[in-house]
């Protein structure tokens, strides 16, 4: 069973940085396309990054490329973003995700709130 859980999240003043983490358990991750997904209140589910655990390869919205970066750690199983120059509508709660079938499959989530 995949499990997945979040943490690194807190509240961080505009142009701060974070460093999220997720340990994932339950599957092979090495060979594994895994997602960075958030909710900010009142909107819906929002893409930010996708990496392919075995080759390395990883996409961006255009919203956070340049400032987010996802990475990972094949030996730990733990999937990581780092987050910089944070921004007040970066708020939100953040989920990593695994990709299954078209299915993604979440975390509880880490809350992340920007604000002075």
């Known amino acids: 069973e995949v499990h997945l859980v979040e943490s690194g999240g807190g509240l961080v003043q505009p142009g701060g940085s974070l460093r999220l983490a997720c340990a994932a358990s339950g599957f092979t991750f090495l060979n594994s396309v895994m997602k960075w997904v958030r909710q900010a209140p009142g909107k819906g589910l929002e893409w930010i990054s996708t990496?392919?655990?075995?080759?390395?390869?990883?996409a961006y919205a255009d919203s956070v490329k340049g400032r987010f970066t996802i990475s990972r750690d094949n030996a730990k199983n733990t999937l990581y973003l780092q987050l910089n120059s944070l921004k007040t509508e970066d708020t939100a709660i953040y989920y990593c995700?695994?990709?299954?079938?078209?299915?993604?499959?979440r975390g509880q989530g880490t809350q992340v709130t920007v604000s002075s």
């Open positions: 995700g695994k990709v299954q079938g078209f299915d993604l499959i």
């Open positions: 990496i392919n655990t075995y080759s390395g390869a990883t």
